[in-house]
């Protein structure tokens, strides 16, 4: 049998890399979330350890870049904003809620932040 030119090896090892490197993450999430039968009460994958793994790795990331894109539209805004008097309204929603949620909710917590644990979103 004939051997594929080294060019040819390497895209195929390329992408066979690219491939584990996108599916992995999958299978490992898949590994969390399967234990959800005997679903714990408050949990959003069955198991709260689970919850604080997926919170660190994936919404966490997300809020931060949630609370980035916030805080520039809100400096895009402002110029709307100022005159029409809901500057506060605006910084409330695009950068103190998703700061909040990231920043200031116990780890694997969806739903309480702050620390009299008020529903997020709602103070």
């Known amino acids: 049998m ?9 895209a195929r ?9 996108v599916l ?6 898949l590994s969390v979330v399967s234990p959800a039968i005997a ?3 408050d949990t959003v ?3 709260r350890g689970g919850d604080m793994a997926v919170d660190l790795v994936v919404v966490r990331p ?3 870049v949630a609370t980035v894109i916030g805080t520039a539209g809100f400096v895009l805004a402002l ?10 309204d605006t910084a409330r929603e695009w950068v103190v809620a998703p700061f909040e949620y990231t920043f200031n909710r116990p780890l694997g917590d969806f739903d309480r932040c702050g620390a009299d ?7």
């Not at 090892?13 to 490197?21: G, K, M, P």
């Not at 110029?79 to 506060?88: A, D, L, M, N, R």
């Not at 644990?117 to 103070?123: F, M, N, T, V």
């Open 2 to 10: 004939k051997r594929p030119p080294p060019r040819r090896r390497a």
């Open 62 to 64: 997300l809020g931060i």
């Open 117 to 123: 644990r008020h529903p997020c979103g709602q103070r």
């Open 45 to 47: 994958t069955g198991d």
């Open 13 to 21: 090892a390329l992408i066979a890399a690219l491939a584990l490197s």
């Open 79 to 88: 110029p709307f904003t100022v005159p029409s008097g809901s500057t506060g």
């Open 24 to 29: 992995a993450p999958s299978f490992l999430t």
């Open 39 to 41: 679903q714990q009460r």
